[in-house]
């Protein structure tokens, strides 16, 4: 089995700065992509930002030079530094993985989401 857990979400004030993070655990051999979602109330879950094992990186076109997704692949770990944060940042933030679990081949992970908050 694996685990992916978010953690740093919370309420700011728009301007600031945020980082989230999530780690994976459990019977991990590799993992391939990992991203960042998001959902706010009333919306479809959006891509916000992914990287691949490689470190090659995209954005959405909303969050582009404000956000930055990195890893650390020795700690399964995947961040999003969150600059300059609006009001419509506002959402619940998922992690994603593509993990090549022990025993059952690769599966997409997903995380259970941190709230943030961002008040005007």
């Known amino acids: 089995q694996v685990q992916l857990v978010e953690s740093g979400g919370g309420l700011v004030q728009a301007g600031v700065s945020l980082r989230v993070s999530c780690v994976a655990t459990?019977?991990?051999?590799?993992?391939?992509?990992m991203g960042w979602y998001r959902q706010a109330p009333g919306k479809q879950r959006e891509l916000v930002a992914a990287i691949t094992r490689g470190d090659n990186k995209n954005y959405a076109d909303s969050v582009k030079g404000r956000f930055t997704i990195s890893r650390d692949n020795a700690k399964n770990t995947v961040y999003l530094q969150m600059n300059s944060l609006k009001s419509e940042d506002t959402a619940v933030y998922f992690c994603?993985?593509?993990?090549?679990?022990?025993?059952?081949?690769?599966?997409?992970?997903w995380g259970q989401g941190t709230q943030v908050t961002v008040s005007s």
């Open positions: 994603n993985a593509d993990i090549l679990v022990a025993g059952a081949g690769y599966q997409g992970c």
């Open positions: 459990g019977s991990i051999l590799i993992i391939n992509t």
